[in-house]
């Protein structure tokens, strides 16, 4: 069984300032992919970053870095340039090869302020 | 990528009655997922909606109180049969396009926002 625990429930940050969301996740599979993702009020979800396990490279995308840590099973979220436009939940998630469906974690609420 | 539309966005339902849920996807894919997300929660999973089949239901999630279809490669629907203020909740469909679902990103839908009075 897959798990994935965001243990910030709740992070605020000023405009502008860098803000690292937290993750830690478990599984026994080799091949996995973990991904973030936003959920702002509209409530859509809008895939932020994907990182691939078997890379080490830390993916990044813009304002948005991972700092993925294979061997302690974390993979935290740096925003830079924090926005007002970033404020929302956003999910760590994880996918594993045999299960082919994504198990989320509880969510982590930013809110970025002037 | 893949635009998902679901419908209805936000309904309120008297207890004991049912509500069907769209799913269409305006490209064809390879899964689609029914999740449920409780006030201020995370996403857990209802089911994978399977095309020409039964769906593959989680763990405290039976047929008879959700049953899914999905008749073709872009729509699915999900059911929440005899309702109780509980299902009060988001429902999301969620689709991955062609390729090894693991690695593809997972679309969404905007969800349904049900309550149950």
Same mark, same amino acid.
């Given at each position: 069984a897959q798990t994935v625990t965001q243990s910030q429930p709740e992070m605020s940050v000023q405009e502008a300032?860098?803000?690292?969301?937290?993750?830690?996740?478990?599984?026994?599979?080799?091949?996995?992919?973990?991904?973030?993702?936003?959920q702002p009020p509209s409530?859509?979800?809008i895939l932020v970053i994907r990182q691939e396990a078997y890379k080490q490279q830390n993916?990044?995308?813009?304002?948005?870095?991972?700092?993925?840590?294979k061997a302690a099973k974390s993979f935290s979220l740096k925003i830079s340039d924090s926005q007002l436009g970033d404020t929302a939940m956003y999910f760590c998630a994880l996918n594993t090869g045999t299960a082919s469906k994504l198990t989320f974690g509880t969510g982590t609420r930013l809110q970025v302020t002037l | 990528s893949a635009v998902i539309s679901q419908k209805p966005s936000r309904d309120i339902c008297q207890r004991g009655t049912s509500l069907? @849920?769209?799913?269409?996807?305006?490209?064809? $894919?390879?899964?689609?997922?029914?999740?449920?997300?409780q006030p201020g929660q995370s996403l857990t999973l209802i089911a994978?909606?399977?095309? &020409?089949?039964?769906?593959?239901?989680?763990? &405290?999630? $039976? @047929?008879?109180?959700?049953p899914i279809s999905r008749p073709n490669l872009t729509f699915s629907t999900l059911t929440v049969s005899n309702m109780s203020p509980e299902d009060s909740s988001i429902y999301?469909?969620?689709?991955h396009t062609a390729g090894i679902p693991v690695n593809t990103e997972a679309f969404f839908g905007q969800g349904t926002r049900l309550t149950v009075v």
């Open positions: 300032e860098t803000v690292t969301l937290s993750c830690t996740y478990d599984t026994s599979e080799n091949n996995y992919y973990l991904f973030w993702y936003k409530r859509q979800m993916a990044t995308e813009n304002r948005f870095s991972v700092n993925f840590q | 069907t @849920i769209q799913c269409q996807v305006d490209s064809q $894919v390879t899964m689609m997922f029914w999740y449920r997300q994978t909606a399977n095309q &020409g089949s039964e769906a593959t239901y989680e763990s &405290g999630f $039976v @047929i008879d109180k959700f999301l469909c969620s689709a």
